[in-house]
């Protein structure tokens, strides 16, 4: 069974490619000068790339882990989004990684939203770039030797060295691509001047907002889309007014990547995406509505940092940083409901089919950290069905575990056998979950991985194997549970009733070891060794009951045998179930450990408000 997820957002984007290339063609045929300004662009998006490349290099642990850290308030979650864009230079870059976290459920959606609003303000450090020393220096001198050290860097084998080359070459190709935009377009005046077709009024609103939308989409940039609106307001080839509509659009048009991003995401992305959408088109209704006004507020603000009267780059990257400020400032009363809203509404078609997987998806593949982030998700899913077939072949219900009544008061009043096809629940319940964590573990084992992210995974599917192995051993356990448990012969019926104490113990071992969590308020990394003693604690003394377990069960059996009690039949069920009993608590036990005590990605695993629930198809008794 092939793992595959849709990519609609991709064949959007065929679809811009041949009128793309069409209208390059046809620009390079019609003016000459055209090629410095196209080479130009080409050159900055290709630095953008490199600046990505080299800072993830760094950001891999880092940034992931601040993400999962420093997310636990609001206004952290802003200054993350802010500083990390900021950084980065590419607010589509951070909004993917929001999404793929919050996917994996690694983040909240108020978390989310909060590093998409700080986004936006981070995304401006780039209009701040290019107006203050993009346009007012010789940059082509800086990006030379840029260029020469970032390029001998990115061939060494160290992959610090390789991230910093990248960087350096990054920034070289985006000054020298901003160098060749600004030549650009002063040759394009002897051929054409662009602000002959400035319009003004509320016709230049919309038809700019319009063009600065289109420019972000065909170039998945909207900090490439300002650096060229910046550089053709320096070289007057558009008008100050008609930049700040390009400017509005740009900022509209950047939440393109992330909707595409989240097409092939689950509800979680999808929520994040849409908050990001409603939070650009308010911020962009605000600023077309109220343009005049924030401009006056730019007037001052250039009067109060002693911005010149005519530097109109500076004050177009004030406007840019201003009305994110404002859209931040109106927005940030409806967080909450909006959050709130979205959880209502924006939904998974098949989230209440339990049998299919609720966390693998595209935007979870996009980085190590929430691949395996979805993988323990999917995994705990997995456990859920399990622990739950356990308890009804058991004739016992989740509510049972759940509770603190003690096992043998739970197991003495639960009588009522459960009728339940464990081959049939295996297939619906089991199969297709852990075949789709094989799949999925497979393609994220072709990501970058350090030694310890390869380790979190083959423990993570080892783990499902284990599982797996539980429902295989309960089909041989569950005919002969259902015949003694119902048998007139009440000592068979306690023996039975010993196993199913014993495997039920150990199922709420596992949920009390699974509802450990580290409280976000708090140091984690500390938490999580307090939480391993505590773990290690809780499965050592079940292994620490089964060599007891299996002598009190042997010592029973030769009295009942040797008093005649039983016949030899009776006895060889109860030492073959006994073996099963006790190899189900192996396994579950190994597998419990291999996700906790041996896992080293629990630090960067946080809860999410939405928890896996195990629907009990059989109520009686809950």
């Given at each position: ?7 609609r957002?991709?064949?959007i ?11 390059i063609?046809?620009m390079?045929w ?6 410095e300004?196209?080479?130009?662009v080409?050159?900055l998006?290709?630095g953008?790339i ?17 993400l ?6 609001f ?16 607010s589509?870059?951070?909004?993917v990684i929001?999404?793929s976290?919050i996917?994996?459920g ?7 939203i ?9 995304t401006?450090a780039?209009?701040w ?8 220096l ?16 990115t ?7 390789k ?9 070289g ?8 935009m ?13 602000s ?21 989409v065909?170039l ?5 889309t300002?650096?060229?609106?910046l550089?053709?307001l ?9 930049a700040?509509a ?5 900022n509209?048009?950047t ?8 097409t092939?995401?689950?509800a ?15 911020t962009?209704i605000?600023?077309l509505?109220?343009?005049?006004q ?18 109109f ?5 004030t406007?840019?940083?201003i009305?994110?400020?404002v ?10 409901p909006?959050?709130?809203?979205l ?11 339990v ?12 980085y ?22 356990i308890?009804h ?5 989740r ?5 603190k ?10 009588n009522?056998?459960i ?16 075949s789709?964590?094989?799949?999925f573990a497979?393609?994220a084992q072709?990501l970058d ?8 995974i083959?423990?993570?599917k ?5 599982f797996v192995?539980v ?16 048998s007139d ?11 199913r ?5 150990m199922?709420?071992?596992?949920v009390?070891i ?6 976000p308020?708090?140091d984690i ?7 391993r ?10 292994e620490?009951?089964?060599q007891?377990?299996?002598?009190e ?13 039983i016949?030899?039949e009776?006895?060889s ?11 189900i ?23 999410t408000e ?13």
């Amino acid at each position: 069974m092939k793992l595959s997820f849709p990519r609609r957002g991709f064949t959007i984007r065929k679809l811009f490619l041949p009128i793309i290339l069409i209208l390059i063609s046809l620009m390079l045929w019609y003016s000459p000068s055209f090629k410095e300004i196209g080479s130009g662009v080409a050159i900055l998006l290709f630095g953008m790339i490199s600046l990505e490349n080299g800072f993830q290099t760094f950001a891999e642990g880092p940034l992931r882990k601040m993400l999962h850290k420093i997310t636990n308030k609001f206004y952290k979650s802003l200054m993350l989004g802010a500083a990390s864009t900021a950084v980065l230079q590419s607010s589509s870059l951070i909004s993917v990684i929001a999404i793929s976290f919050i996917s994996a459920g690694l983040l909240d959606l108020i978390a989310g939203i909060g590093i998409i609003f700080g986004a936006n303000i981070g995304t401006t450090a780039t209009s701040w770039l290019v107006a203050v020393f993009g346009l007012k220096l010789k940059i082509s001198a800086l990006a030379m030797p840029m260029l020469v050290f970032g390029i001998i860097l990115t061939f060494q084998k160290s992959q610090s060295l390789k991230g910093i080359g990248n960087i350096l070459a990054g920034m070289g190709f985006l000054f020298l691509g901003i160098h060749y935009m600004k030549e650009g377009f002063d040759a394009f005046k002897d051929t054409l001047d662009l602000s002959q077709y400035a319009i003004e009024g509320l016709l230049g609103l919309i038809t700019f907002t319009g063009l600065g939308v289109l420019a972000t989409v065909i170039l998945q940039s909207s900090s490439a889309t300002m650096a060229i609106i910046l550089t053709a307001l320096m070289t007057s080839q558009i008008t100050y007014f008609n930049a700040l509509a390009l400017a509005i659009g740009a900022n509209i048009g950047t939440t393109i990547t992330a909707i595409l991003g989240a097409t092939a995401s689950n509800a979680a992305g999808k929520r994040l995406a849409m908050a990001h959408l409603v939070f650009n088109l308010v911020t962009g209704i605000i600023a077309l509505v109220f343009i005049n006004q924030i401009s006056w507020l730019v007037e001052v603000t250039a009067g109060v940092l002693g911005i010149g009267q005519n530097d109109f780059t500076l004050k177009l990257a004030t406007f840019h940083t201003i009305f994110n400020l404002v859209g931040i400032i109106v927005m940030y009363p409806a967080v909450k409901p909006l959050a709130k809203w979205l959880n209502r509404y924006v939904k998974d078609l098949d989230v209440k089919d339990v049998d299919r997987p609720l966390y693998l998806n595209d935007s979870s593949l996009a980085y190590p950290q929430s691949a395996i982030g979805a993988l323990y998700k999917e995994t705990m899913h997995l456990f859920g069905n399990t622990y739950a077939l356990i308890l009804h072949t058991l004739s016992l219900h989740r509510t049972d575990i759940l509770s603190k009544t003690q096992l043998r008061k739970v197991i003495k009043k639960s009588n009522k056998i459960i009728n339940i096809n464990i081959d049939e629940v295996y297939y619906l319940k089991i199969k297709t979950i852990y075949s789709k964590i094989i799949e999925f573990a497979t393609l994220a084992q072709q990501l970058d991985l350090t030694a310890k992210d390869i380790n979190a995974i083959h423990n993570i599917k080892d783990a499902n194997q284990y599982f797996v192995e539980v429902v295989k051993d309960l089909k041989d356990l569950q005919p002969n549970m259902s015949k003694f448990l119902k048998s007139d012969n009440e000592l068979m019926k306690k023996e039975y009733n010993n196993f199913r104490r014993r495997l039920s113990k150990m199922v709420r071992t596992m949920v009390n070891i699974q509802s450990l969590q580290p409280d976000p308020e708090k140091d984690i990394d500390e938490q999580i060794i307090v939480m391993r003693k505590e773990q290690e604690s809780l499965l050592a003394k079940s292994e620490s009951k089964l060599q007891p377990d299996d002598d009190e069960f042997n010592a029973t059996l030769d009295r009942l045998l040797r008093e005649k009690l039983i016949t030899s039949e009776m006895a060889s069920s109860m030492m073959n179930d006994n073996a099963i009993v006790k190899g189900i608590i192996k396994n579950l036990i190994t597998a419990t450990k291999l996700l906790y005590t041996k896992a080293d990605f629990l630090s960067t695993i946080s809860d999410t408000e939405e928890e896996v629930t195990v629907k009990d198809e059989h109520p009686e008794g809950q």
